[in-house]
């Protein structure tokens, strides 16, 4: 049966369309409104409320939890002190992303981490003789992301402490009469805060958050507007941008950590051992990755001249798709693929994030991105760009 | 001060054609200045705080015919460009009904269904056959056009190249194009649809600017010069710029001095200098010279042919077709700082219908006898009214709560026959009230300011001969071949190095940029011929 998340009270008042997406084995509202740009704008322009409620959430404790996270995630959980958070992923011993997720420390033996499918059986796996226990915690919280430029406006209006919140830390804060936890991240590349709260008390930190937004501009957005803002931000979406490397058929379908542009967390390896590590040396040291992970923007007047050739006025959809579009180089010789594509409404272009040849991701590379105008494929002019896409300085300030 | 005495291009006006040509000038490597008279630039796309908290998109108040290319080419996005959604576009009627649209073109056809089943594949062909002449004309957007007067072998290539693009047009596609330049909205509008309040919505944009009534000749043409505008790929779309466009043209600022320009404020051009039939720079009123062999006149025909030069320095032809140039503004505006969103009791609690335009002009009838007053010199009884609460969209033009309603209104004839507009304008503001009321019960009640601009306000603080919104209006006789003048529409002057950029030139006014993007080629192109 699907299930409901504590909001759905007032995501079911709240949704005017009818329509309704399954997240995690959850109803996510697609969008509220009719209009789902007019919800992505929110996140540019003012701020958003977004039930993230399906996410998986496990918390890992014990006095060696910190040493198990270390030897399980790609990105060095030590040097995460209480009160911080880490975008992170893991692997599988060939160097194979499984998943990526964020790691929050709870305090010195604790640590929550998130993830967007299940896992609980792959970390539980890993354990050898640490004195460590994990946990599925998934429905003992309800999340909402505030996301926007005026977040920081709506939250400190309800609890002060908030307004020194750095990028990636997180602290308990009051909203309302409701004791929540609240992190500085989010999925949208912009200004926001995630709350983690008990589900008894999930209708009230809404309607707080509603009424303290009022007058700023926030709305409930659905999940197709932040599925258009992830992509400007360059994040990576499970199944989509890449495949657990446990449930793959091939290599084809694996990607390493640097394959998807995740390298950075990597450091320069030092002595730790964690899962994958050796794959993952090897990689480094032979420049054997397959692909880099890079932005992609569309000629917009080569896009517009093909589609005018054709006597059709140029699509501008800002729809996100999925799946598979070719990339070429100018010779014609494919060099990679795209794996999200939209028209950014803030970028004014067609963007993508997209998978090419180790020496063709330089920034500014011309290559070709393969679509369909006319009934016909047709390759128009597209720029590699480091990602991510769209990247205000609000982020982080 | 200007930083230099010496520049390679001067442009006068910072209006947001004035710093579309300033950018590209400065893009293709000349050291330029722009010139602004007031405090800020923008022209009369500017935003202004005029009551604590509240901004005012005091003259222009929207977004749509700006040229894609503009965008991309001068960097836009990279310096906040931010075209926000307008959702919905609201049509109140008088018996208490409404036409509501929104996102979603199912919806919009069950809506229109309401009002008239038959209209609803009727409004789907109307959009696309509309659709089908703006991508037919829009090519004429962004080129230089013709001048059919020219012994030029250029011209001549040019002018073949328009016709061989004519004559590729379906014949369907061109007689609808023909329809629309030379009818009425009306006319155009009736062999669609048989529901009121569409026709009157859609003919609403037929009379914007211009003083014609939906059943006057050249309705047609001005309805579609609005459709023409395109927005991320659909055309006739508009959108509200963060921070009104105000916010847009410090956009543009911010990307013209990226490229190298100069913007210089509070600064007024007395005069063009002139030397044996060449612009050698300009005067300031304070009487500092300012060389530049280029100088370009942002501001509108009367004012570049017969102020900033002296006439008697032009052929006498062309001082005769300025003359003639018909202006008379019909367009003012009643901005409204509100303490909350008004109802409207058919949609009782509902407040979505604000997230857009707001058209009060329910029937054909309603918008010809708001004309009929204007055409004997007096403003509408009840007026022609385009609101919209920006505030709804951007939050950050009012105080949390609080909203801005942009109210741009029809028809205020420049010349009013018995009276004048200084002892006019709260009468004026008053009948707009009244009617916002009669609409939106309780509206008054949520006042908290207002801000009057008449068309003599308009003529005054921007500079726009008789307040014409698009420094001359939309008549046939005053576009493409003959904008602003017979063998004059290239931007080119008969001062060598003069040269024109406002929306008096080709293709004419809105906030487009084309006319300050083609001069700049035009200017670019002649300096290295």
């Keep these: 049966m699907i299930l409901r998340t504590p909001f759905f009270e007032r995501t079911n008042a709240a949704n005017g369309t009818g329509l309704w997406t399954h997240w995690a084995g959850h109803l996510v509202a697609e969008k509220y409104q009719m209009s789902e740009k007019f919800e992505y704008f929110a996140v540019r322009n003012a701020a958003s409320l977004y039930d993230t409620s399906p996410l998986y959430k496990y918390r890992i404790a014990g006095p060696d939890s910190e040493r198990f996270l270390a030897g399980v995630l790609i990105r060095d959980v030590r040097s995460c002190p209480p009160g911080r958070a880490q975008y992170t992923a893991w692997c599988d011993g060939e160097g194979y992303l499984v998943e990526d997720g964020v ?42 992301s505030l996301q926007g430029p005026h977040a920081r406006q709506i939250i400190t209006a309800l609890d002060p402490s908030m307004t020194g919140l750095e990028y990636f830390h997180h602290a308990p804060a009051k909203l309302g009469g409701a004791a929540v936890l609240v992190s500085r991240t989010g999925f949208t590349g912009d200004l926001g805060y995630e709350i983690w709260l008990d589900p008894d008390d999930a209708l009230q930190v809404w309607d707080t958050l509603i009424e303290a937004g009022a007058g700023r501009g926030l709305i409930p957005i659905g999940d197709t507007a932040v599925l258009m803002a992830r992509i400007e931000a360059g994040l990576l979406l499970v199944d989509v941008d890449y ?59 080569d896009y517009d001249q093909r589609h005018r050739a ?88 | 001060m200007p930083e230099h005495r010496s520049y390679d291009a001067v442009v006068i006006g910072g209006g947001h054609n004035g710093l579309v040509n300033g950018a590209y000038l400065a893009k293709a490597g000349m050291r330029t200045l722009v010139i602004e008279r007031r405090t800020v630039v923008g022209g009369a796309a500017i935003t202004e705080e005029l009551h604590p908290g509240f901004h005012f998109t005091t003259f222009s108040y929207a977004l ?117 330049l030379t009818g009425s909205a009306a006319d155009f509008l009736d062999d669609y649809f048989e529901s009121e309040i569409l026709k009157a919505l859609l003919a609403s944009s037929g009379i914007i600017g211009t003083k014609v009534g939906p059943r006057s000749q050249g309705s047609g043409l001005v309805l579609l010069y609005h459709n023409i505008g395109e927005h991320d790929g659909s055309f006739g779309s508009w959108a509200f710029h963060k921070g009104g466009n105000g916010g847009f043209t410090q956009v543009l600022a911010r990307a013209a001095k990226a490229h190298g320009a100069e913007i210089l404020l509070d600064t007024a ?24 062999a280029i100088v370009v006149s942002a501001v509108d025909p009367r004012r570049t042919f017969m102020e900033l030069v002296d006439p008697r320095e032009l052929p006498a032809e062309l001082v005769e077709a300025i003359g003639r140039f018909r202006f008379q503004g019909t367009s003012a505006k009643v901005n409204f700082a509100l303490d909350g969103l008004p109802t409207y009791p058919a949609l009782g609690e509902r407040t979505d219908q604000w997230r857009g335009f ?83 019960p309780g509206f008054g009640e949520l006042v ?38 017979p063998g004059w529409n290239q931007y080119r002057t008969p001062i060598a190095g003069y040269y024109q950029c406002g929306s008096g030139t080709h293709p004419g006014g809105c906030v487009m940029g084309a006319p300050g993007r083609l001069a700049a080629q035009q200017i670019i192109s002649d300096r290295t011929d």
């Design chain 1, 103 to 144: 790691v929050f420390r709870i305090g010195p033996e604790e640590f929550l981490l998130t993830a967007a499918r299940p896992n609980l059986s792959y970390l539980s796996s890993l354990v050898t003789h640490e004195s460590v226990n994990i946990e599925d915690v998934s429905r003992a919280y309800g999340a909402l």
């Design chain 1, 243 to 301: 495949e657990p490397s446990r449930f793959a058929f091939n290599d084809a379908h694996r990607s390493t950590p640097a394959e998807v542009g995740l390298q950075w967390m990597l450091g320069s390896l030092g002595d730790r051992r964690f899962v994958g590590r050796e794959a993952i040396r090897r990689e480094m040291v032979s420049g054997a990755s397959r692909w880099r992970f890079t932005g992609l923007v569309v000629d917009w007047r």
């Design chain 1, 310 to 397: 054709a006597g059709l006025i140029a699509p501008k959809d800002h729809m996100p798709v999925t799946g598979d579009m070719m990339v070429y180089d100018p010779d014609g010789r494919r060099v990679g693929y795209a794996t999200s594509f939209m028209y950014s409404p803030i970028l004014q272009n067609h963007i993508a994030l997209a998978r090419v040849e180790p020496g063709l991701a330089e920034k500014g590379t011309d290559l070709q991105l393969e679509f369909t105008i006319d009934h016909r494929y047709q390759m128009v002019v597209a720029r590699t760009a480091p990602l991510p896409l769209f990247d205000p300085p609000r982020k982080r300030s």
């Design chain 2, 64 to 180: 749509s015919l700006l040229r894609p290319e503009i965008i991309h080419e001068l960097d836009l996005p990279k310096h906040g460009f931010m075209p926000l959604l307008m959702p919905t576009t609201f049509a109140p009627m008088e018996n208490g009904d409404y036409l509501l649209f929104g996102q979603d073109h199912d919806e919009n056809l069950t809506e229109v269904s309401r009002h008239s089943p038959r209209d609803a594949d009727a409004y789907e062909q109307y959009e696309h056959d509309i659709a089908q002449v703006c991508q037919a004309l829009k090519p004429l957007l962004d080129t230089v056009p013709p001048n059919p007067f020219s012994k030029d072998p250029e011209d001549a290539a040019r002018l073949a190249r328009l016709a061989a693009h004519l004559r590729d047009l379906p014949p369907r596609v061109m007689h609808n194009a023909v329809r629309l």
């Design chain 2, 269 to 292: 051009v007395d005069h063009v200098m002139t030397s044996n039939g060449r612009a050698i720079g300009v005067v300031l009123d304070d009487g500092v010279e300012i060389e530049s």
């Design chain 2, 358 to 440: 707001t058209n009060i002009g329910p029937s054909i009838d309603y918008l010809e006898r708001a004309y009929d007053d204007a055409k004997y010199g007096w403003y509408s009884s009840r007026p022609y009214i385009d609101g919209a609460i920006q505030s709804t969209i951007d939050p950050d033009m009012a105080p949390p709560g609080k909203h801005v309603m942009s109210c741009f209104i029809q028809y205020a004839p420049y010349e009013l026959r018995d009276g004048d507009w200084d002892s006019e304008r709260d009468g004026f503001a008053d009948t707009v009230q009244r009617t916002l009321e009669s609409f939106f």
């Design chain 2, 448 to 485: 908290l300011h207002r801000e009057i601009v008449t068309p003599l306000d308009i003529e005054r603080v921007v500079g726009l001969t008789e307040g014409n919104i698009f420094a001359g209006e939309f008549l046939a006789p005053q576009m493409f071949f003959f904008r602003p003048a």
